[in-house]
C-alpha cells in the first residue's frame, strides 16, 4: 500500500508493522522516523543495516522474535536496504509477527524494484516515497521557523537560505538552529549575517557542474565553480568526468540520427537512465551535434594534459575550459 507524504496520518502502528520508506529525501525520511516511529519506541529501538541482517539471518530472527519481560513492542529499523532483503520482509509477512514494527529506510528505487513492488501491493505493508524537496516546499519551513521564532527577516534571506541549503532539509534544519542560536542576542537578521552563519549544504556534485555546462546554462555553471574551491585531484576528477558524459552525449546523439525519435533513444540507451535525469539528457541533445562533441572529447584530452602540466594553474585552466563550453555555438 502506498501513502503519500502529505497523508502520513494514515499511518497507524496498531495495525501496519511494515513499512518501506524510500527516496533521495534522506532529511525528510529523518524526520518522519523520529517522528512518527521512534517516538513511540524511545526505550526499545534496534539499529542494523541490511549487511548486519544478510550476513546472520538466524541472528536476526533471534533477536527480533525474542520477547524481554520488559518490552512489549520493539522498532526494527533497517537502514540502505534493497532488493536483497526481500526475502527477509517475505518471511517476516509469512510467521504474522506481532509486538514489532520494522522501518526499511532505503535510496532510490527504480520501478522494476522487487521489494518496492512488494511493498506497494501487498495491503498489510506500507511504501511511502520520499522525493527531494523543492524551493517552495523549503520556503515555507523557512518562513515558518521564523514566525514561530519571531525573528525578522527579508524575503531576499528566505530565498538566499534556501538556495544554499540545496534542496537537503536535514541540513536546511542544522542551518536554522544555528540562526535560532544566533538570534538569541539578535531579533532581526540579515543577508550579511546569513552568509556567515550559513554553509553551502555539500559541494555541487561533479555530475550536476558538467550537466549545467553541456546543457548551456552558463549562470548555474558559473554560481557552481563559484561556490566550490576545487583541488587538483578534483580537476582531475571533474574533466575525467566530463570525458565520460561527452562520450555517453556523442553515442545518443548518433542513435538520434539514426532513429529520430528523442524519448525512445533514452529509454532504449544502456545503461539505463534514471528518470530525473532525461529532461536534462534532452536538452543536451538539442545542444550539441555530432561533429562538435567528437571536437569537445578532443579538447577534453587536450585539457587534461595541460592541467597536469600546470598544476599551479589547474583550477583556472579547468573554470576557462567550462565557461567557455556553455558560450560555445554547437549547432
Not at 543495516?49 to 513492542?73: A, P, T, W
Not at 535510496?107 to 506497494?120: C, D, P, Q
Not at 532581526?188 to 550559513?198: E, F, N
Not at 550539441?288 to 597536469?308: R, V
Request: net charge positive.
Amino acid at each position: 500500500m502506498i501513502i503519500k507524504t502529505f497523508d502520513l496520518t494514515r499511518i497507524d502502528l496498531k495495525k501496519q508493522n511494515l513499512f518501506l520508506l524510500y527516496g533521495s529525501n534522506e532529511g525528510h525520511k529523518k524526520e518522519v522516523i523520529e517522528q512518527k516511529f521512534k517516538n513511540f519506541f524511545s526505550e526499545s529501538t534496534y539499529l542494523f543495516e541490511e549487511n548486519e541482517v544478510l550476513q546472520d539471518r538466524n541472528s536476526f530472527f533471534n533477536s527480533i522474535l525474542s520477547n524481554s519481560f520488559f518490552e512489549n513492542e520493539k522498532l526494527i529499523i533497517i537502514s540502505r536496504a534493497t532488493d536483497k532483503v526481500k526475502d527477509i520482509i517475505e518471511e517476516i509477512l509469512e510467521k504474522k509477527i506481532k509486538d514489532l514494527v520494522i522501518v526499511l529506510n532505503a535510496g532510490v528505487l527504480e520501478k522494476k524494484s522487487k521489494l518496492r513492488a512488494l511493498f506497494e501491493k501487498e495491503r498489510e505493508v506500507v511504501c511511502i516515497p520520499f522525493y527531494e524537496d523543492n524551493n517552495q516546499t523549503l520556503s515555507r519551513i523557512v518562513n515558518n521557523f521564523f514566525r514561530v521564532n519571531k525573528i525578522s527577516i527579508s524575503q531576499e534571506s528566505i530565498n538566499l537560505i534556501v538556495q544554499r541549503c540545496r534542496g537537503d532539509r536535514q541540513n536546511l534544519q542544522a542551518e536554522l538552529e544555528k540562526i535560532k542560536s544566533f538570534s538569541l542576542n539578535k531579533k532581526r537578521i540579515d543577508t550579511k549575517d546569513l552568509l556567515k552563519l550559513t554553509n553551502l549544504a555539500e559541494n555541487y556534485s561533479v555530475s550536476e557542474l558538467i550537466d549545467s555546462c553541456l546543457s548551456k546554462n552558463k549562470k548555474k555553471t558559473i554560481n557552481i565553480l563559484n561556490e566550490n574551491n576545487y583541488s587538483l585531484d578534483d580537476c582531475i576528477l571533474i574533466i575525467r568526468t566530463f570525458l565520460i558524459k561527452s562520450k555517453k552525449l556523442l553515442q545518443l546523439i548518433k542513435k538520434m540520427e539514426d532513429e529520430k525519435n528523442i524519448d525512445q533513444v533514452i529509454s532504449a540507451f544502456k545503461p539505463p537512465i534514471f528518470w530525473k535525469d532525461k529532461d536534462t539528457v534532452k536538452l543536451q541533445i538539442k545542444n550539441w551535434s555530432y561533429k562538435n562533441i567528437e571536437n569537445l572529447i578532443y579538447e577534453i584530452n587536450d585539457t587534461e594534459l595541460l592541467i597536469k602540466k600546470n598544476s599551479s594553474s589547474s583550477i583556472n585552466i579547468l573554470n576557462n575550459f567550462i565557461i567557455n563550453q556553455t558560450t560555445m555555438v554547437s549547432n
